[in-house]
C-alpha cells in the first residue's frame, strides 16, 4: 500500500479541527506547515522563522509539551497553544502545534454576568461551570453568572492543569473537589467544596479517571 503524503495528512487532520484550531508544523528552525482555523489565523507562512516566545519556541527549548496563553506581543493576537516536540531516537527533528483562540488574552478572570452588573471571578476561585437553558454558568464560592462562551469554548481555553471536563454540561476545577462518590453505571458524583454535587457521566468516567489517577 503506498504511503499517505505527509502535507495530505496534515490537512486531513486539520479539517477535524477546522472550526477551532490552527495547526502548525515546524522543523528545527522554520514553520514547514500552517492551516489556519476558522476562529484564529495567526497568518504564519511556511518558512517563516520560529520566534522567541512563542508556545511552538518554548516547546523546542524544553523539549517537552507546553501548555499556555500567549500574549499579543508577538503576532498581534493573543492564543493558547498546545506544542509537541517531535523526537526522533532523541533527536530534536521539529514540533507540531494546535493554536485555538485566547478566551481572556492571558488574563487569569472570567468576567460573568450578574443581576446587577458584571463580576470577575478569577480561575482558582472557580468550582465548577454548568451548561443549561443555552447559557454557560460560572460558579465560585461566592458568585454565580452567566457568560456568553459555550462550554466547548471554556474546554479549550482553561488551563487544563486545573479545569476537567466531566460531563457535556459540566466543567470542574479539580481543586475544589472535596470527595468522589461512585454511582450507578460506572460514573461518579463529585462533592465540591461548596456543597454542591456535580455528575461524571459514563461517557468522561475513564477520562477522569486517567487524569486523576484512581
Not at 492571558?106 to 463580576?119: E, P
Not at 462562551?149 to 466531566?166: G, M, Q, S
Request: charged share 25%; proline share 4%.
Amino acid at each position: 500500500m503506498e504511503r499517505f503524503k505527509t502535507s495530505a495528512l496534515l490537512d486531513v487532520i486539520s479539517e477535524l479541527f477546522s472550526n477551532e484550531a490552527s495547526i502548525a508544523v515546524t522543523d528545527a528552525d522554520q514553520y514547514i506547515y500552517y492551516q489556519p482555523s476558522k476562529r484564529i489565523n495567526l497568518k504564519i507562512k511556511p518558512g517563516d522563522a520560529i520566534k522567541e516566545g512563542t508556545i511552538t519556541h518554548k516547546a523546542l527549548i524544553s523539549k517537552q509539551k507546553v501548555s499556555q496563553f500567549i500574549n499579543r506581543d508577538i503576532f498581534g493576537t493573543p492564543y493558547y497553544g498546545m506544542a509537541v516536540p517531535l523526537m526522533d531516537q532523541g533527536e530534536l527533528k521539529g514540533c507540531v502545534t494546535a493554536i485555538f483562540p485566547a478566551l481572556t488574552s492571558g488574563k487569569t478572570v472570567v468576567t460573568v454576568k450578574s443581576a446587577d452588573g458584571w463580576i470577575p471571578i478569577s480561575f482558582n476561585d472557580i468550582h465548577y461551570l454548568e451548561a443549561k437553558d443555552r447559557r454557560t454558568y460560572v460558579v465560585s464560592e461566592k458568585h454565580t453568572g452567566s457568560h456568553k462562551d459555550t462550554l466547548n469554548e471554556f474546554d479549550f481555553l482553561l488551563p487544563k492543569d486545573d479545569f476537567v471536563r466531566c460531563h457535556r454540561s459540566f466543567i470542574v476545577n479539580v481543586h475544589h473537589i472535596r470527595e468522589i462518590y461512585p454511582d450507578t453505571h460506572s460514573t461518579f458524583l463529585l462533592q465540591m467544596e461548596n456543597g454542591e454535587q456535580v455528575p461524571v457521566s459514563q461517557s468522561y468516567a475513564s477520562y477522569f479517571r486517567n487524569l486523576l489517577g484512581f
